[in-house]
């Protein structure tokens, strides 16, 4: 909305990661470099390309130095950065720059001008990572030029930070002592910023209207409702300290297994990609895992992954699950996860290709290598293992998958409902395996048609929407008609007021963060059975997201 001139904004808005609450004063990230000059080099090309291999190198180093000091995602990023430095293309077109007359600074700054230009013309994912490129670049150019890193402020105090774009590297490696949120202008919810800062349940808000924010200027940032507050009153100070003590006394909270106020059993799971993280998630009381996503252990391989290195990445994941269910879901290659031996080609609307199970159908040896693998590794350890399958739209689909995952030795195969044709049949679907899993990211973004990775359509990407609580209920009602489980795995089962409509909807279990487990358990446990259907009808009479979210919570207070 444009501003009044003279009128001075009182709040900012963005999207929330998580639920976290912090105050303190902003400070802004360090400018980058301004832009390298396009005058002539007077030093010649060959002593340029010296300098702009050895400023490479020295960054190269420097990244790894804050990798080696860092575990997890924040490690493989900065890691990924150091790797980039490294590209022959990179050094390739550097060399092409300089052979022309350029500086070194100007070199570097178009050769990965040209590598971004690229990575963003390709849209989704690889357009997100576009931001790890224009750091690196800028890190070189102020190696070259003497100036100070471009990176994270340090003025002597526990601090707001806002920047433009927070790059993965700083992100990765920010210091939690020190940094009470992060405020970014740009990102959607699947940039890197929002990826780490979940992981590192930081408070965030990204793609925030924010660009007004002063320095030093005191702040609440309040990332359960996507809101900057400026200036905060006494009052408003005192609501977020209550907050912010709520969430405390939440994740100290006794660890119990999910549970309604009655006593209805609700499992608690964990969504996994890495069977790093399990000991994190049973830390924090995941009760198994409800949603393994075996791509992102091949999103950068050319070749199909090995039986062996399959087997070995499942037993680890198993073993740390003991007597518990582990769901994992076969490769879910497409769209923003492509994976080159799954053979994705360029296609117009990758959202609505060869995705998931489509995908799979059409290289049958590599979902039939992994279910192996998957059964190999079961027979090994004591979890229990279950299969499904991604993006199923008709009963064939899922009846095939079935067959083939009962063939392999493993008797119990469900499938996601991500499609609305699924949901819309859920009850045929259901019949031909065990269970069904709710994938809220993707269903919502097929009932809304709005690409869930695209800033400007974030707000129809809300699974609060009537529309798709309507499609989750039929799903419910499908599971307890048949008798079978219903999951839900998106990420709108980590949010603890949907998490109580989505059980009165009929989800049988919850898997969701780790990080997000305690504000859930905590949440089941003010209400009952009864609450949890009056609550969803509530919700799902409403005409639009934003009021089913507030008829919800005038019904949940009214029964607290
Ligand atoms: C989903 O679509 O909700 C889901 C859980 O799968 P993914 O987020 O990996 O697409
Ligand atoms: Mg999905």
């Not at 000991?279 to 992954?305: D, I, K, N, Q, Y």
């Not at 045929?428 to 800033?455: C, H, K, P, W």
């Not at 008798?483 to 007021?497: F, S």
Request: some cysteine; charged content about 20%.
């Amino acid at each position: 909305m444009p501003i009044e001139p003279g009128v001075v904004e009182v709040e900012f808005n963005g999207i929330g990661v998580g639920r976290g609450v912090a105050i303190g004063p902003v400070a802004w990230m360090s400018p980058p470099p301004p832009e390298p000059s396009t005058a002539a080099s007077g030093r010649g090309p060959e002593l340029e390309l010296e300098r702009a291999q050895t400023a490479a190198a020295e960054v190269a180093r420097e990244l790894r130095r804050r990798a080696a000091s860092v575990e997890g995602a924040a490690a493989e990023v900065l890691e990924a950065q150091a790797l980039m430095l490294e590209d022959p293309a990179v050094h390739a077109s550097v060399g092409e720059h300089v052979a022309r007359g350029a500086t070194a600074e100007r070199a570097v700054f178009e050769a990965f001008a040209g590598y971004r230009e690229l990575l963003t013309g390709m849209g989704g994912y690889l357009a997100e990572r576009a931001a790890d490129l224009a750091d690196v670049s800028q890190r070189v150019i102020a190696e070259l030029s003497g100036a100070p890193a471009p990176g994270v402020p340090d003025p002597g105090h526990p601090f707001v930070l806002v920047a433009h774009d927070l790059a993965p590297a700083d992100t990765a490696t920010l210091d939690l002592d020190r940094v009470l949120a992060v405020v970014t202008l740009e990102g959607g919810p699947t940039s890197h910023t929002a990826i780490l800062a979940r992981e590192k349940a930081l408070v965030a808000i990204v793609g925030a209207d924010a660009s007004a924010l002063m320095e030093g200027e005191t702040v609440i940032v309040d990332a359960e409702n996507g809101r900057i507050v400026r200036d905060p009153s006494d009052d408003e100070i005192a609501a977020a300290v209550a907050r912010q003590e709520e969430l405390a006394a939440e994740a100290t909270a006794p660890i119990e297994p999910g549970r309604l106020a009655d006593g209805t059993p609700v499992p608690l799971l964990a969504n996994l990609g890495d069977p790093a993280g399990a000991e994190e998630a049973v830390r924090l009381g995941a009760e198994g895992v409800g949603l393994f996503r075996t791509e992102f252990l091949f999103l950068g391989s050319e070749v199909a992954p090995s039986r062996a290195v399959q087997e070995e990445a499942y037993e680890r994941l198993l073993a740390a699950f003991p007597d518990r269910k582990v769901v994992v879901r076969v490769l879910d290659a497409g769209a923003d996860k492509p994976l080159a031996f799954l053979g994705g080609r360029h296609e117009e609307n990758p959202a609505l290709g060869m995705r998931g199970i489509r995908a799979l159908r059409r290289t049958e040896p590599v979902l039939r290598d992994q279910l192996d693998a998957l059964a190999a590794a079961a027979a090994r350890t004591h979890a229990r293992l279950e299969v499904m399958a991604p993006m199923i739209a008709t009963v064939e689909e899922a009846a095939w998958f079935a067959e083939i995952a009962h063939g392999a030795g493993l008797p119990v195969a469900g499938v996601m409902v991500e499609v609305p044709a699924a949901a819309l049949l859920a009850d045929r679907l259901l019949a031909a395996v065990e269970f069904a899993s709710i994938g809220t990211n993707d269903l919502t973004q097929y009932t809304m048609a709005a690409d869930r990775l695209l800033g400007e359509v974030a707000e129809l990407q809300d699974p609060w929407h009537p529309a798709v609580l309507g499609l989750v209920g039929a799903v419910g009602a499908a599971g307890a008609q048949l008798g079978k489980p219903v999951g839900i795995c998106g990420e709108a089962a980590a949010d603890p007021l949907l998490a109580v409509v989505l059980v009165g909807l009929g989800a049988t279990s919850l898997s969701m963060s780790p990080s997000a487990l305690a504000g859930v358990r905590a949440g089941l446990l003010r209400h009952s059975a009864a609450d949890a259907r009056a609550i969803a009808e509530a919700a799902l009479a409403a005409d639009g997201s934003a009021s089913a979210r507030s008829a919800a919570k005038a019904a949940s207070d009214a029964r607290r």
